[in-house]
Nanobody
């Protein structure tokens, strides 16, 4: 059974940092690209970052570029998102998702709440 379990969310002041983790199981982690998404109240889900399985190349949404860093540890089957210089508009539930092919996700985690106070 494929499982993705996010952790590391919480309440932080603006300008602070958090590191999210996504523990994966039930599939060969190193064979798949993985993405981070977020969804703020009343807004659509937003893809914010992706990391490939092949060469570790990364992509970021403009809204987080330069502040967030995605990484993966294939030995630990874990995906990370280092979030620095957090802003109140980063407040959202953050999800990781396994990609079947580029732009197509087949499994999602349950999400972790990040709240940034001003």
């Amino acid at each position: 059974e494929v499982q993705l379990v996010e952790s590391g969310g919480g309440l932080v002041q603006a300008g602070g940092s958090l590191r999210l983790s996504c523990a994966a199981s039930g599939f060969i982690f190193e064979d798949y690209a993985i993405s981070w998404f977020r969804q703020a109240p009343g807004k659509e889900r937003e893809g914010i970052s992706c990391i490939s399985n092949s060469d570790g190349s990364t992509e970021y949404a403009d809204s987080v570029k330069g502040r967030f860093t995605i990484s993966r540890d294939n030995a630990k089957n874990t995906l990370y998102l280092q979030m620095n210089s957090l802003k109140p508009e980063d407040t959202a539930v953050y999800y990781c998702a396994k990609l079947v092919v580029a732009g197509v996700e087949d499994y999602w985690g349950q999400g972790t709440q990040v709240t940034v106070s001003s």
